[in-house]
C-alpha cells in the first residue's frame, strides 16, 4: 500500500514474503525487524505451548468448552483486599465475558488476583478459563500462566520460587528439548511465570499462614499470580493474619435462577428441551424454592445437566419439594445419582474410536468410593499410581510377600544348586557363594539408588541413558564415576569386588532415573517407562551383576559351576530389582485391591473412563477428582455417611488417651486419668526391608566364610530378623506415660508426670475443641485437642505453650474426621466442663 504525506509517496509493506520488490527510484529503505528470539523467550514460548495443549484438553474433557458456558457473576470484594491504592482498580466480570476480565486483570499495576467462593461456586473452572484466555493473549515477553495445585507446598521448608521451579519442571517440561530445571529457573526468576494456584483452603492452618507470608515476601518483587481460595477460610487468614499485597479480590456471585434456566437449556438435547421446560420455570419463577437454591452453583448444575442427559430422565423431579425438602437432600441426590447418569450401561458402540467401558455401576461407584477414601485419608488430591501402594491393605502384605518372595528365592537357589552341580557339596557351595556375593552387589546398588532419590521419592522412572535425559540423572551417578578409578587403584588385587561396588549402582542410575520430568506425558506413559525400565534392568542389569559376581567368588575354573553361578546370581539380582521397582509395587496394589474387589483389575482403563466422563481430570502424570465436594460425597458414602470435612482424614490423634477408670468426681472437683502416648505407626516397611536385608547379607558372608558352625551366626542372623518385630511390639507401649486432667471450682490443671499447668477461671476466657496445631516445619496431622484462652490480662507460665491464635493446648480428643466439629467429648469431661467452666465452654456441635 501506498501513503500520500507531504507531496512524496511512502510505499510500507508489513507481513511475511520470501522477496519484497520496489519499482522506480528510492533514496531509503527501512527496515524494521523484530528482535531475534533469545533461549528464554523460546523456553516461555514452549512452556506456553504446553500448558495451552494439556488444558485445552482438560477444558473440553470437563465441559467448560463450547457454546453452552455457564455466566457466573464475580465481583469484586473490599472486605478482604489490599488498599485501592496499590490495587489499582475496581476488578469485575462473568465467565461469559472472559475476553474483558483477562483484560482487566493485565491491566492491574501488579497482575495479583484472590478468586475467592463457597464450595462448588466454579473458582477452579475460572481459572482454568482465564488461563486458557490469557494463553491465547500470551505475547512472546509476557508471563506464562501455569495451574498449580498450592496444597504441595509447604512454606515453612521451601521458598515459593524453589517450589515454583520444581512443580513447573515436574508438572508441565514433559520432554521438551527447550526447557531444563535451569531454564524454568530463570524463567521463574525474571517473572515470566503467572503462577495459577487453586487451593489455598486445602492448606493446613497453619501452611496456609506461612503460605500467605511466603506469597507476601515474593510479592515485594512484584510476582504476578492468580490464587483461589474458599472465602470462609481465606476470610479467617485475613482476619488472623494480612491481607495478600496488592491484590485484588473478586467473588462469586450466587447464579440467578435465568441464568441457570438459560444453561441448563442451551446444554440439553434439543428434542428434549421439554423435558426441563418444567424445572426451569420453577427455578425462573420461584428463586426462594429449594431446586432453585440448590442449583445457584456451578456444580450442582453440572451435576443436574450430567445426571438428567439420559433420555428417559425426568429433571422436573428436581421440583418436588415433598421428596427434596432442604438444599442438601438434593445436593446428596445428585452427588448419589452420579455414576449411574455418567457411566453408560450395555455394551458401547462398534463405531465409537474410544468408547466408555461397562464397569457396572456398583464396581463404579466402589470404586471411586475407595480412591476418594484412600485420598482423603492421605490428605491429597493427587492419584498417582505409584503411591496407590500406601493404601492400607498393599502396606500389611509388603512385608509377608518379601518374606515369601525370599522363602520361594532361597528355595528355588537351593534346589537349582543342587540340580545343576549333580550333588556335589563343593561345587554347590561355589554357585552359592558366587549367587550370594551378586544378590549383595545389587542390594547395594539398589540401596545407592534409593539414597539418590531420597529428596524426589519414589517417583516412576524412564529410561536416561544420555543426551537430552542427561539431567535426570542424579548427583551421585557422577561422584561413583569419579571415584570408580580411585576404588580400583586401591584394589588393585580385587579388581571384581571393587566393580561390584561401582557397576551395579551406576547401570542402576543410567537405565532407571526418576521422570520428574516427563509427568505431562500421562500416568499411561509413565506407567509404560517404569515397565521398560524394570524390564531393561531385569534383562540388561542383572545379568551384569551376576556375571561380577561370578567373578569374584568363584574359584573353579569349571563351566558348570560359572554358569550355574551366573544364572543363580542373575536370577537373584533381578529379585532385587524387581522389589525396588514402582512397577512391582503397581502391580502388588493392583492384584491386592482387585483382589479384595476395591477396583476393577484393569485399574488404568477404569481411570482413563472415569476422566472421559468428567469425573477425574488429568493433570500431568496424575489424576485428580473433578471437584473437592465429589471427592468428599464419594469419601463420605464409603464412610458410610460420615461427612468428609476439609481436607481432614478419618485419622486418630498423634497423641491418643487410654482411660483410666474410675474416674474421681466429687461436687468440688473432678480428676480424669489416662495414659497418653505419641502414636507409632506399626508395619514400617522400610523398617523390615532394611533388617532383613542386613539379615540377607550376613547370611551371604557367614555362608561364604563357612560359618554357621560357630554359635554366633545364628543369632546375628536372628537379630536382624527379630528386631523389626521387637520394634513394632515394644516401641509404642514405651511412649505412653500416665496423665491427670484435673477440673474443679477454682480452675483447670493438666498434669503429666512431675509437670503440672495451672490456670484459674478467672484466667480463662473460652474453653473449646480446636485443631492443634504443630511446631513450624511439621506437617498439620489433624489432631483435636481441648484448648483454653487466656485473657487479655493473663500471663502464660514460661513453660506453658500457645499456638499463633492465641490458645493452649491442654488434652486430646476423639474425632473420626479431624474436624472440630466433630471432636467427641467423655460424658465425664463434657458434665466437668458444664459445672465448672460455665459460659466459658463452647461444646462442639456433636457434643450437643
Not at 557422577?478 to 576404588?487: H, K, N, R, Y
Not at 488404568?604 to 473437592?628: C, I, P, S
Amino acid at each position: 500500500m501506498s501513503e500520500q504525506a507531504r507531496g512524496d509517496v511512502h510505499n510500507v509493506f508489513s507481513g511475511n514474503a520470501t522477496y519484497v520488490i520496489q519499482g522506480r527510484d528510492f533514496s531509503a529503505v527501512h527496515l524494521h525487524l523484530p528482535l531475534p528470539q533469545t533461549p528464554q523467550d523460546r523456553a516461555a514460548a514452549e512452556l506456553a505451548r504446553l500448558v495451552l495443549a494439556q488444558w485445552r484438553d482438560e477444558a473440553g474433557a470437563l465441559g467448560l468448552a463450547g457454546s453452552a458456558r455457564l455466566a457466573v457473576g464475580w465481583r469484586a470484594d473490599w472486605t478482604v483486599a489490599d488498599h485501592r491504592e496499590h490495587i489499582g482498580a475496581d476488578l469485575a466480570g462473568s465467565t461469559a465475558g472472559l475476553a474483558g476480565l483477562a483484560a482487566a486483570f493485565q491491566a492491574l499495576p501488579a497482575r495479583r488476583l484472590v478468586i475467592i467462593g463457597g464450595p462448588g461456586t466454579g473458582k477452579t473452572s475460572l481459572a482454568i478459563l482465564l488461563t486458557l484466555e490469557l494463553l491465547s493473549l500470551h505475547e512472546g515477553t509476557g508471563p506464562v500462566p501455569v495451574p498449580l495445585l498450592v496444597s504441595s507446598w509447604d512454606a515453612n521448608k521451601e521458598h515459593f520460587d524453589v517450589w515454583l521451579a520444581r512443580r513447573v519442571h515436574e508438572e508441565y517440561v514433559g520432554l521438551s528439548r527447550d526447557l531444563d530445571r535451569a531454564r524454568i529457573r530463570e524463567l521463574v526468576r525474571d517473572r515470566r511465570v503467572l503462577p495459577v494456584l487453586d487451593g489455598l483452603d486445602e492448606l493446613p492452618r497453619p501452611l496456609r499462614s506461612a503460605a500467605l507470608a511466603g506469597l507476601n515476601r515474593a510479592g515485594a518483587d512484584s510476582t504476578p499470580l492468580i490464587l483461589t481460595s474458599r472465602t470462609t477460610e481465606y476470610t479467617e487468614l485475613v482476619a488472623e493474619e494480612a491481607v495478600l499485597q496488592a491484590a485484588a479480590v473478586i467473588k462469586a456471585q450466587p447464579v440467578e435462577g435465568p441464568a441457570a434456566a438459560a444453561y441448563l437449556r442451551a446444554s440439553s438435547h434439543p428434542q428434549r428441551t421439554e423435558r426441563w421446560q418444567g424445572l426451569l420455570d420453577h427455578i425462573t419463577r420461584h428463586p426462594e424454592a429449594v431446586s432453585a437454591r440448590a442449583l445457584s452453583s456451578p456444580l450442582m448444575l453440572w451435576l443436574a445437566r450430567t445426571v438428567y442427559a439420559r433420555a428417559d430422565a425426568d429433571p422436573g423431579e428436581l421440583a418436588d419439594a415433598s421428596r427434596f425438602p432442604d438444599v442438601a437432600a438434593l445436593e446428596r441426590h445428585l452427588l448419589d445419582s452420579l455414576v449411574p447418569a455418567a457411566f453408560p450401561a450395555g455394551p458401547a458402540s462398534p463405531h465409537q474410536p474410544h468408547p466408555v467401558r461397562e464397569w457396572g455401576h456398583a464396581q463404579a461407584q466402589r470404586a471411586l468410593g475407595f480412591l476418594a477414601a484412600h485420598l482423603t485419608a492421605a490428605r491429597t488430591k493427587e492419584l498417582a499410581w505409584w503411591e496407590l501402594h500406601r493404601a492400607k491393605s498393599p502396606t500389611f502384605l509388603k512385608a509377608p510377600a518379601l518374606v515369601a518372595g525370599y522363602v520361594l528365592l532361597m528355595a528355588g537357589s537351593s534346589w537349582f544348586h543342587d540340580w545343576i552341580t549333580g550333588g556335589d557339596p563343593f561345587q554347590a557351595f561355589q554357585v552359592a557363594a558366587g549367587a550370594t556375593a551378586s544378590m549383595m552387589f545389587g542390594i547395594m546398588g539398589g540401596m545407592l539408588l534409593l539414597l539418590s532419590q531420597l529428596w524426589k521419592g519414589p517417583l516412576p522412572r524412564r529410561l536416561a541413558l544420555f543426551g537430552r535425559h542427561r539431567s535426570r540423572i542424579p548427583g551421585l551417578f557422577w561422584f561413583l564415576l569419579f571415584l570408580a578409578p580411585i576404588v580400583l587403584l586401591l584394589a588393585q588385587d580385587e579388581p571384581f569386588m571393587a566393580l561390584g561396588f561401582i557397576v551395579p549402582p551406576l547401570l542402576m542410575m543410567v537405565v532407571g532415573a526418576p521422570a520428574d520430568t516427563a509427568q505431562a506425558v500421562g500416568p499411561r506413559a509413565l506407567l509404560s517407562g517404569e515397565r521398560a525400565s524394570t524390564v531393561l534392568m531385569v534383562l540388561g542389569v542383572a545379568p551384569v551383576i551376576g556375571a561380577i559376581g561370578t567373578l569374584t567368588v568363584v574359584q573353579v575354573p569349571d563351566r558348570i559351576v560359572l554358569l550355574g553361578s551366573w544364572i543363580s546370581g542373575t536370577a537373584g539380582a533381578a529379585a532385587v530389582i524387581a522389589a525396588l521397582s514402582p512397577w512391582t509395587q503397581w502391580l502388588l496394589a493392583k492384584v491386592t485391591l482387585a483382589g479384595l474387589g476395591r477396583l476393577p483389575w484393569s485399574t488404568m482403563a477404569f481411570l482413563e473412563d472415569a476422566r472421559r466422563v468428567g469425573l477425574l481430570r488429568q493433570v500431568g502424570g496424575v489424576y485428580q477428582f473433578r471437584h473437592a465436594r465429589i471427592q468428599e460425597g464419594f469419601a463420605a458414602r464409603q464412610r458410610g455417611g460420615v461427612p468428609a470435612r476439609r481436607r481432614r482424614a478419618a485419622t486418630r490423634a498423634p497423641w491418643p488417651v487410654r482411660p483410666l477408670r474410675p474416674v474421681s468426681s466429687t461436687p468440688q472437683s473432678v480428676r480424669i486419668p489416662g495414659y497418653i502416648g505419641v502414636r507409632v505407626p506399626r508395619g514400617q516397611p522400610a523398617l523390615y526391608v532394611l533388617m532383613w536385608t542386613m539379615a540377607l547379607v550376613w547370611t551371604g558372608l557367614i555362608t561364604y566364610d563357612d560359618g554357621w558352625h560357630d554359635p554366633g551366626a545364628v543369632q546375628t542372623v536372628g537379630f536382624f530378623v527379630v528386631l523389626p518385630l521387637a520394634v513394632d511390639l515394644l516401641i509404642p507401649p514405651l511412649t505412653w506415660r500416665r496423665a491427670e486432667l484435673r477440673l474443679d471450682e477454682d480452675g483447670i490443671a493438666y498434669a503429666s508426670g512431675r509437670r503440672t499447668s495451672r490456670f484459674e477461671w478467672r484466667e480463662v476466657a473460652e474453653v473449646a475443641p480446636r485443631l492443634f496445631e504443630p511446631v513450624p516445619g511439621k506437617a498439620d496431622d489433624g489432631t483435636v485437642m481441648l484448648h483454653l484462652r487466656l485473657t487479655a490480662e493473663a500471663a502464660p507460665g514460661p513453660r506453658t505453650r500457645v499456638n499463633r491464635t492465641g490458645w493452649v493446648p491442654l488434652w486430646p480428643l476423639d474425632c473420626p474426621t479431624g474436624d472440630p466439629d466433630d471432636a467427641t467429648v467423655p460424658p465425664e469431661l463434657e458434665d466437668a466442663l458444664v459445672r465448672f467452666a460455665g459460659e466459658r465452654w463452647q461444646r462442639p456441635p456433636a457434643g450437643r
